[in-house]
């Protein structure tokens, strides 16, 4: 908290630098919260286009500078699957100032859904690859449903797609099924690596990696970590590891490290620091001049969704000195990106997920 006066000192006077932007799309905070003096638009507000709730956002920069936030478009009802669910998604390409119009890039007939999705770009070829969750209703399926692993891939900045990949040969033969991460993966050592969970009734979930050396033309699946981990989102360290942070009960975030894609894990520990009331969170490698950080954002509570905060790491994240205050009301899910700017992009869910809020964060704040 001691870093935080002189950060507000100096982003109110970016925000008064950027307030005619904040103001295009209407402020939908409730009375009596203090919204963080930064730059921000509602992308997707619950009741327009036809659609009853907007969630679980994500968000990449593509190696041509453009920026894609997508999330589900929940048409009929905001419950999880089954249920009516698309994935739709909007382009920025002056870093996040102006926003093209909603488009549907995934759609189902019925109560076939498409939802928590995440996207990796791949730095060496500029393909943007895309994961996420396609269920069907069965009464017979865990929570009424049976669930699948999709995956697309677009070469031409999200606006085309291709046909959906079934990936459930993965787990074909094993007493378990995987559920993907929502938020964004990671294009690591050449490496596609998107982080899923494993599910089984009755035994508990497990964070593992579904990874590509050779461009997307074949997939790996990883060994798992933990007993009651879920929505894991990733980041790289220092020679090659890997971090994952993942949800799990208890108020606190459960970390984990492999140095070979989760063939072996060190063992789980929980960070004390970053508390969390059982909700997803979002944690990017940051690198702009001379700062190379973890950033990290999530519902800093540790019962209630509320109060959606932004933390950095200079350390690897033994340790996060840095708190930047974000939005004090109801918050879920977010995700954050790098902008082309060298400025922090953040995608969250506000106010009882009745809207999604993009802020952007000035790099000298960080």
Partial sequence: MKNLIPIISLLMHFSCLCGGLAGQDGDHRPTGQNPAP?????LFVGGENQVHTYRIPALITTRRGAVIALCDARVDKGND???NIDLVMRTSYDSGRTWSKAKVIADFPGDE?????SMVVDEQTGTIWLAYDYAVPDPQGYFGRILRIHLIKSEDEGNNWSPPVDMSYLTKGMDFWLQNGPGRGLFANGTIIFPMYACSKGKG???RLVYSRDHGKTWLLSNGVGDSDVEPQIVVLSKGRIMANTRRPGGYRQVA??????NTWLEAYTDSTLIDPGCQASIINYHFGDKSLLVFSNAADREKRQNMVVRTSRDEGKSW????SIYAGRVAYSCLTQLPNGNLGLLYEADHYKRIVFVEIPHEAL
Avoid: E, R, V, Y
């Avoid at 490290?257 to 989760?262: N, Q």
């Fill in 205 to 207: 979930t497990q964070a």
């Fill in 38 to 42: 930064f730059a921000s638009q509602d």
């Fill in 257 to 262: 490290i492999t140095a070979d894609l989760g």
């Fill in 113 to 117: 859904c498409a939802g928590d999705a």
């Fill in 321 to 324: 000195p840095q708190q930047i």
């Fill in 81 to 83: 699957a089954p249920n």
